[in-house]
């Protein structure tokens, strides 16, 4: 092992190796460099690498292509400090236990004879765990700085993704050396399994150095809200939800924080009506865009609603938002035709998270563009 490296030389070697491997240099030999010349590198020296190189101008999309490589040559040198679950409480457990269902469906797909439409179906729990990253622990690391090697994986996780909608369309597929489908196959479990190195190996030890405890308490508000794909990491971190706060023109909610005119110009940006009646059936607020499909007068504000309402539609309105009270329903939808256009009118009961009822939301859109659409239109499309 190299002895009396600085951290700069290190990162200074090991951007070299990298590039040489970008250069054609033989996996193997880029291999023998790290043993000679480094020796052992942690997780976050390895991150760092990759985002000053990504820094420095090295395409997301050449590291993403290397991006195996690394992980391979890279491997044997890695001094991991992810190991096995840890019951406490860090969401860190929460995503390596989800690692363990993904080698286990991964594990089903490639030792079966014939893998069928469902069984890929399974993928659900590996698209639920890249959702989770990229919407959930991606910003926290990115503002920390550590924006390259999250960018690399979020590419990783578009190409598995294009993997399994190619295998589903050729569904049922066979097992097979020769067979149809079956390369791409093994690909996509290659993929899955080298990614869920990468993150134990990386991006867990990583983010572990990088969050606060703060910031992991969010993160783990977040999961808990964002839906189930595996098991819910041991009691540890609360939820316990800050309230509205007012701080001079800005509102600042759990979620984020607005000034007045952004609130204000959010609403009426949005391609809807809305309006809002209180817990007393009173109309306390409404949206006004520029084209309006029902017209509201400022007068209205205060209004009972039932009065908002022609007398022959007055006792329907009432049953709405009777069975919202009782907590017999919490939606109700119709829709019309107005001059030649479809318009959905929806409502919804609006709840506390104590499930109290707080008043009824009525949301009313022009849907003839939306019945009209066909096929797909991707952002990538642009």
């Known amino acids: 092992m190299a002895q009396g490296l600085g951290n700069n030389s290190r990162k200074q070697i090991l951007k070299d190796i990298i590039r040489a491997l970008h250069n054609g240099m033989p996996p193997e030999a880029a291999a023998g460099r790290v043993k000679k010349e ?21 395409p997301v999309e050449e590291i993403q292509l290397f991006c195996n490589v690394h992980a391979l ?7 991991s400090s992810a190991g096995t679950p840890q019951k406490n409480g860090n969401p860190v457990e929460y995503f390596m236990l989800e690692n363990i269902k993904i080698r286990e469906w991964a594990d089903i797909l490639i030792n079966s004879k014939t893998v069928s439409a469902e069984l890929l179906d399974g993928f659900t729990v590996v698209e639920n765990h890249y959702k989770k990253k990229e919407q959930i622990l991606f910003p926290y690391l990115e503002k920390h700085g550590f924006t390259g090697p999250s960018n ?4 990783k996780h578009d ?3 294009g993997m399994i909608k190619t295998l589903k369309q050729s569904a049922p597929l066979k097992t ?4 149809t489908g079956y390369e791409l196959l093994k690909k996509m479990v290659a993929e899955i399994l080298g990614m869920v190195e990468k993150e134990e190996l990386i991006l867990y030890p990583t983010a572990k150095e990088k969050l606060t405890e703060q910031e992991w308490l969010e993160v783990s508000q977040s999961i808990s809200g964002f839906g189930e794909s595996g098991e819910k990491p041991s009691p540890g971190i609360h939820d316990d939800t800050p309230a509205l706060q007012l701080s001079g023109n800005e509102v600042v909610m759990p979620s984020g924080t607005l000034s007045l005119p952004q609130l204000v110009s959010l609403f009426n940006t949005l391609p809807v009506d809305i309006s809002f009646v209180d817990a007393q059936d009173r109309v306390v607020f409404f949206s006004e865009p ?4 029902f017209p509201r007068p400022r007068s209205v504000l205060g209004r009972e609603v039932k009065n908002c309402h022609p007398p022959k539609s007055m006792h329907v309105v009432e049953k709405i938002i009777s069975s919202f009270k009782d907590g017999t329903k919490n939606c109700e939808d119709f829709w019309i035709t107005m001059k030649e256009k479809k318009i959905l009118i929806r409502y919804f009961a609006v709840r506390d998270s104590q499930n109290n009822y707080l008043g009824t939301l009525e949301v009313s859109q022009d849907i003839t563009g939306i019945q009209a659409i066909k096929g797909e239109k991707r952002l990538l499309d642009n």
């Open 152 to 155: 690399v994986m979020w590419s």
């Open 159 to 161: 190409e598995t993704r």
């Open 176 to 179: 097979e050396t020769g067979q």
């Open 290 to 293: 520029k084209d309006r499909i």
């Open 73 to 79: 040559i890279f491997k044997e040198a890695l001094s």
């Open 38 to 58: 480094i020796g052992t590198i942690n997780a976050d020296e390895l991150a760092a690498i990759e985002q000053e190189l990504i820094t420095e101008g090295v």
